[in-house]
């Protein structure tokens, strides 16, 4: 089973930006998808951005806009999340999640993932 840390989390302006940063240990697969979904007090847990290296893809939630970027480095087994330009409504706890596999064509689901972080909260103020 993968282990994943998070780090980077923090409280933060609007308009400001935070990086997060996700470090994986034991089995790692670096063909396997990673990812970050957040949850909002009271919603249900979101996607933001994942990656497969294996296809050299990358996908985001609509909400993103541009805003953020996820990024990969194998020799580390760290993905990163940098976000730019935050907003209010981007406040949550921020989960990575690795180990997954999905239709290259589809957006993933947090059923997609097969081991998760236990998050770094985010805060944006107004």
């Known amino acids: 089973q993968v282990q994943l840390v998070e780090s980077g989390g923090g409280l933060v302006q609007a308009g400001g930006s935070l990086s997060l940063s996700c470090a994986a240990s034991?089995?790692?697969?670096?063909?396997?998808?990673m990812g970050w979904f957040r949850q909002a007090p009271g919603k249900e847990r979101e996607f933001v951005a994942a990656?497969?290296?294996?296809?050299?893809?990358?996908y985001y939630a609509d909400f993103v806009e541009g805003r953020f970027t996820i990024s990969r480095d194998n020799a580390k087994n760290t993905v990163y999340l940098q976000m730019n330009n935050l907003k209010t409504e981007d406040t949550g706890v921020y989960y990575c999640?690795?180990?997954?596999?999905?239709?290259?064509?589809?957006?993933?689901?947090?059923?997609?993932?097969?081991?998760w972080g236990q998050g770094t909260q985010v805060t944006v103020s107004s």
């Open positions: 999640a690795a180990e997954g596999s999905w239709d290259v064509t589809a957006i993933p689901r947090a059923a997609d993932f097969g081991s």
């Open positions: 034991g089995r790692t697969f670096r063909s396997a998808g």
């Open positions: 990656g497969r290296t294996r296809y050299g893809v990358t």
